[in-house]
């Protein structure tokens, strides 16, 4: 079953703006992660945010994260046409210790318009 | 380095036929993992192993067989292909800490006719 929620599934803006997408989950994580997917390429990794922490920041990225709320949001700030893409969460579930299964949600089609 | 090289890169079998999806990586990671992308999906963990010698299995697993008999690759086969199997599959890799991020192949797309 899927632990993490994108919303929204789709965004599309304008170059310059604001993108924010968010990310819900079920259960207790040790960690957090943020990929991007560029059409027909494998994901790359963006941030990692460990569960003790509330917030991260990468160049124009700013992750958040409020376990009380099971939670966490990708801004990404000042857009360009490079960032059309799609976004996934990932948490980890930790079944034995040193193992991780890495779950993903469904993404977050960005699109941004020159 | 090359970091996850996934081949072949698209492949195309009937139905019984089987094959097997190879992987390998150059940073000496001790986790790799195989996933499924499908629309609508997300990406769906079908094996991993933390180390030469150790398998397990994911969230859907079944039809799909792994081994790790060395520290850089870990193919995947699958013995009897059906048209569900019919997708995309990423390789992964990491080093053992679980705070460490995933590195991913860019993909075999497999359609099962």
């Known amino acids: 079953s899927q632990q993490g929620e994108e919303d929204p599934q789709a965004l599309s803006i304008q170059e310059g703006e604001n993108a924010t997408m968010n990310c819900s989950y079920k259960t207790s994580i040790n960690n957090l992660q943020w990929y991007r997917q560029n059409s027909g390429r494998g994901l790359v990794h963006l941030i990692l945010i460990r569960s003790n922490e509330r917030e991260k920041h990468s160049g124009r990225l700013r992750v958040t994260l409020d376990t009380s709320k099971k939670s966490s949001s990708l801004l990404i700030t000042a857009s360009r046409a490079a960032d059309t893409a799609s976004y996934f969460c990932?948490?980890?579930?930790?079944?034995?210790?040193?193992?991780?299964?890495?779950?993903f949600g469904q993404g977050t089609r960005l699109t941004i318009n020159p | 380095n090359a970091g996850v090289t996934q081949t072949p890169k698209f492949q195309v079998l009937k139905t019984g036929q089987s094959m097997t999806l190879q992987c390998a990586q150059d940073m000496n990671h001790e986790y790799m993992s195989w996933y499924r992308q499908d629309p609508g999906m997300g990406l769906r963990l079908i094996h991993y192993s933390v180390g030469a010698g150790i398998t397990d299995q994911g969230e859907v697993p079944n039809g799909y067989n792994v081994s790790r008999s060395t520290t850089e690759d870990f193919p995947l086969r699958l013995l009897l292909a059906a048209p569900s199997q019919t997708s995309v599959y990423f390789c992964?890799?990491?080093?053992?800490?679980?705070?460490?991020?995933?590195?991913f192949g860019n993909g075999t797309r497999l359609t099962v006719t």
């Open positions: 990932a948490t980890d579930k930790s079944v034995i210790q040193g193992a991780q299964k890495l779950v």
């Open positions: 992964a890799s990491r080093r053992g800490h679980y705070n460490s991020p995933l590195h």
